[in-house]
Every structure is written in structure tokens, then in C-alpha cells.
């Protein structure tokens, strides 16, 4: 089991950016992928990146692909989401997740077992 605190949110107008942190408390926080999920108002929550336990390997939603890029040092027991050119689509409340199996199915928020409390991620003019 791992705790994961997630920081780094706010309001900030379209085009901006922002990176967020993911610290995770286990000892071995290497051994865990990580996913990036996000929950609009209203809505369920979706995959929006994923990390495997190096980072060499990364995955993204069709919607963030080539704005958001998931990196984790894990010197750091820290997993980051930089987010570019942000857009009104993006708000949302913003949660990292940990999998210990590293499942294949990455996308589906019920293969992690550890989550965050979530950061809140508000693009407004």
C-alpha cells in the first residue's frame, strides 16, 4: 500500500501551464506504475497519462497527447505532470493512482488500488 499526495493545482487562464506532483510514502515507490486521472464536473473520471515504474514507458489520453508529459523521479518517490497550453477541457479535479501489478489496462481506474485526494485544476479567462 502506498500514500499519494498530489500538489500543484490552481486556477490559471487558457493557454497556460502548470505541473503537477505526485509524492508517493512507500519505500519502494519504484515498483509501482502510476496513472494520472482526472474527474470534470459532472463527469466521470478518465485516464489521462500513465508511467511504468521507470518511466521509460508513458501512455496518454488522445486529448492531452503532445500538451501533458508524465515523468516521475523516483529518487524523489515523485511522479509530475507538466500540462501546456491548457484549455477550458481541463478543469477538473486531478488524482494520481498507483498499481502494483502493472496492469495492461491502464486506462481503467479500477486496476489501481491507491489513490490521492486530488488536486483541483481550474482554466478559466
Known amino acids: 500500500q502506498v500514500q499519494l499526495t498530489e500538489s500543484g493545482g490552481g486556477e490559471v487562464p487558457p493557454g497556460a501551464s502548470l505541473r503537477l506532483s505526485c509524492v508517493g510514502s512507500?519505500?519502494?515507490?519504484?515498483?509501482?506504475?502510476i496513472g494520472w486521472f482526472r474527474q470534470p464536473p459532472g463527469k466521470d473520471r478518465g485516464f489521462v497519462a500513465h508511467?511504468?515504474?521507470?518511466?521509460?514507458?508513458?501512455a496518454y489520453a488522445d486529448s492531452v497527447k503532445g500538451r501533458f508529459t508524465i515523468s516521475r523521479d523516483n529518487d524523489k518517490n515523485t511522479v509530475y505532470l507538466q500540462m501546456n497550453n491548457l484549455k477550458s477541457d481541463d478543469t477538473a479535479i486531478y488524482y494520481c493512482?498507483?498499481?502494483?501489478?502493472?496492469?495492461?489496462?491502464?486506462?481503467?481506474?479500477?486496476?489501481?488500488?491507491?489513490w490521492g485526494q486530488g488536486t483541483q485544476v481550474t482554466v478559466s479567462s
Open positions: 493512482a498507483a498499481d502494483s501489478r502493472w496492469t495492461l489496462d491502464y486506462t481503467d481506474p479500477a486496476k489501481y488500488a491507491d
Open positions: 508511467a511504468n515504474w521507470s518511466g521509460g514507458r508513458t
Open positions: 512507500a519505500r519502494l515507490f519504484s515498483s509501482y506504475a
